[in-house]
């Protein structure tokens, strides 16, 4: 018969090994797994997620890649790459727009999982307006708005079209997908001339262009007419900053010279009487101020104290030595 004591710690040990057994894998792995998402791709491009273990990875086992949305193309195993570090490849691909999921595991247990977007880069729609008016054309700013397929504005633009450079354009980045681009029509611009119209749309139609955007710049031209009712003496069109003309007579006035300071009559100060002819009593020179006695009174009092000096200094040589 088995000993109590004996008998506990068989039971102790199966109890142990159950417990241990009933784990997750991910558990008992002395690493960690990580999946990295790449940027978005194309559809029909290979897509090259990286997969990071992180731990004791001199011998790793080989792991399980599944793919849901995609193909698997091909897996470059998890080498050593820094201490306690080791990264490999999963290369996934999806024809069309849209998403797939890499599943990474072990041993029935999944370790790691990455997302992956297919879909196609933004692409440029530009739009660009040319106003045939000859070059003496005013300068002129153009609004357009771009609608999405369901009619919602997602974008404004404006060009601008002068005599001088009659065709502006501006762009904006939009994902791929069809749009229209609508001009916005102002009070003196229309779809065709007519009284007080000075301008209208010849093309496209209605002045709405469709497009569809891709991988490829996608151009759309506006072209604008003047009207007759445009008037001749039209220079510029707002917006501009106007010019207040002037007080002359020229475009904006003839100069005006700044206030100057007005001329003495004569010369500041009393004027004294000499030997000469006095000069005339003009300009705005301050007259030269009389010598005052202060420097002769400053030149006697050193005299007197240079001439003590000298009398003391005769009186000490004539004693005699004791």
Do not use: H, K
Request: with cysteine.
């Amino acid at each position: 018969m088995m000993p109590p004591r004996i008998a506990a710690l068989l039971a102790a040990a199966v109890a142990a090994f159950i417990a241990l057994a009933a784990l997750p894998a991910a558990a008992q792995v002395p690493y960690t797994v990580t999946a990295i998402s790449p940027a978005p791709v194309q559809p029909g491009a290979q897509a090259a997620v990286t997969i990071r273990v992180e731990g004791q990875v001199a011998a790793l086992p080989s792991f399980g890649y599944d793919v849901e949305g995609g193909t698997l193309v091909g897996v470059l195993a998890p080498t050593p790459v820094a201490a306690g570090i080791a990264e490999g490849t999963v290369f996934v691909r999806r024809e069309t727009p849209g998403a797939a999921r890499l599943t990474v595991s072990f041993a029935g247990q999944t370790l790691a999982a990455a997302d992956i977007r297919f879909a196609a880069p933004d692409g440029t729609l530009r739009v660009q307006t040319t106003l045939d008016a000859g070059p003496d054309a005013a300068a002129r700013t153009w609004r357009y708005q771009v609608l999405d397929a369901a009619g919602t504005v997602v974008a404004e633009l404006q060009t601008s079209t002068s005599g001088d450079a009659p065709t502006g354009a501006a762009q904006v980045t939009l994902p791929p997908g069809a749009y229209a681009v609508r001009q916005v029509l102002g009070s003196d611009t229309a779809l065709a001339c007519a009284p007080g119209v000075f301008y209208a749309v010849a093309s496209p139609a209605g002045a709405v262009a469709t497009v569809t955007l891709g991988a490829a710049p996608a151009v759309v031209s506006f072209t604008i007419i003047p009207c007759p009712d445009l008037p001749e003496g039209l220079e510029v069109i707002i917006p501009v900053d106007t010019i207040i003309p002037g007080a002359g007579p020229g475009i904006v006035g003839e100069p005006v010279a700044a206030p100057a300071e007005p001329p003495f009559s004569e010369v500041a100060g009393a004027r004294q009487p000499g030997p000469g002819v006095l000069p005339p009593a003009a300009g705005n020179s301050p007259a030269p101020r009389p010598a005052g006695p202060a420097p002769l009174l400053i030149a006697g009092v050193l005299l007197l104290l240079s001439g003590g000096g000298v009398l003391l200094l005769g009186r000490l040589r004539s004693r005699p030595l004791v």
